[in-house]
């Protein structure tokens, strides 16, 4: 599973439930009716990391007007002070032991392998690749 392909566009996205920064729980089921960019990302505060969520930051406007919810990714435990530094609009969520990332095949041996997500209203996956793909064309997945 270490070298494996991202889930495939068309396919379910698993649920998942996860603390958000600040401890709020935040599940797939409970965002059915919009669409869900998830960026599994190595680490906070790194270079190509904290671009990588700037850049869907410094979109956040496309994001709402495509019916769009983003969310950072990411098994370490306090994310609120790297949020707020860069104050981004949307919530980071800690994947305890990258349980989710290995349901997304974004599971690294340490850290996740940097993914992008986006899961359409009805759950199915609209867009899925590795790397830091930018906003806009992951963001033109969004029905």
């Known amino acids: 599973m270490i070298f494996s392909q991202p889930l495939p566009v068309g396919s379910s996205a698993p649920d998942f439930e996860l603390p958000d920064q600040d401890g709020n729980l935040v599940s797939l089921k409970s965002l059915r009716n919009r669409n869900v960019v998830l960026v599994f990302y190595p680490a ?13 930051r410094d979109r956040w406007p496309l ?9 950072g990714v990411n ?5 609120a002070k790297f949020r707020d530094k860069y104050q981004f609009p949307f919530p980071l969520l800690f994947d305890r032991g990258q349980r989710v990332g290995a349901a997304y095949r974004a599971k690294g041996l340490i850290v996740p392998k940097r993914t992008v997500y986006l899961i359409g209203p009805g759950g199915v996956i609209r867009f899925a690749k590795r790397g830091k793909p930018e906003p806009e064309e992951v963001l033109a997945a969004a029905v």
Request: hydrophobic share 30%; charged share 20%; with cysteine.
């Open 63 to 71: 994001a709402q007007q495509r019916n769009t919810v983003v969310f």
């Open 75 to 79: 098994p370490g435990k306090f994310h």
């Open 44 to 56: 906070d505060d790194t270079t190509v990391c904290t671009k990588q969520l700037c850049e869907f």
